[in-house]
Each structure stands twice: as C-alpha cells, then as structure tokens.
C-alpha cells in the first residue's frame, strides 16, 4: 500500500502499522521526483509492508520522526521506531534497504 500523506500524521501511519516505509521529499527537488516512480513499484513487491511519501517541508513533525538533513531520505519504522534509513537517490540501495529490513 502506498499513501501521499495530505495532512502531518506520519506519527499516526507508524503506530497504527507494523512496517512503515518512508519517501521524505520535497516539490523542489529533482532526485526525489527521479526515486518516486522506484519506491512506488517497491511498494507493490511488499504488500506486509505500509509506503508513505511525505513532504518534508510541509509536515515538519512528521518530518523530526527520523534525521532528515538530505533529500531524499528513505526511512523504515518497525514497532512505532526508526530501525534503519538512507539517504540516495540510486535504486539498487533503496531496493537493498527496503530488502534488508524486511528481512529483518
């Protein structure tokens, strides 16, 4: 499942879900516009798993959930807690990010 937050209630998605898979972008920037289409598709091979893109500009608490200094920032919350994230703009990282923590 793949949800483009409208309103700053990340903290909701992550408590209410076991696995949360996070895009943190912004309108602005272009490589996050390049990884958007990827973290879709990576969302249909993951179905125990919830996908959310979250504009880290308009929803700054959703945002202060995990260190977002770089865009884009991947980030994945187990149990209501960020276990693990990376900052790329390269498929085969996110791909191996999403991969590993699902494993985990």
Not at 9 to 35: H, K, P
Not at 43 to 49: C, I, K, M, P, Y
Not at 57 to 69: C, G, I, N, Q, Y
Request: aromatic share 10%; hydrophobic share 40%.
């Amino acid at each position: 499942m793949l949800i483009e937050l409208e309103k700053d209630n990340l903290s909701e998605l992550v408590a209410e879900n076991d696995t949360v898979f996070v895009q943190y972008s912004a309108g602005w920037c272009g490589n996050c516009r390049i990884m958007k289409p990827k973290f879709k598709k990576f969302s249909t091979e993951h179905e125990n798993a919830v996908f959310a893109i979250v504009d880290a500009e308009k929803f700054p608490e959703s945002r202060k959930m995990a260190k977002v200094d770089n865009l884009p920032t991947f980030a994945a919350f187990k149990g209501g807690e960020v276990v693990n994230q990376v900052q790329t703009n390269k498929t085969d990282v996110l791909k191996s990010f999403i991969d590993e923590t699902v494993g985990n």
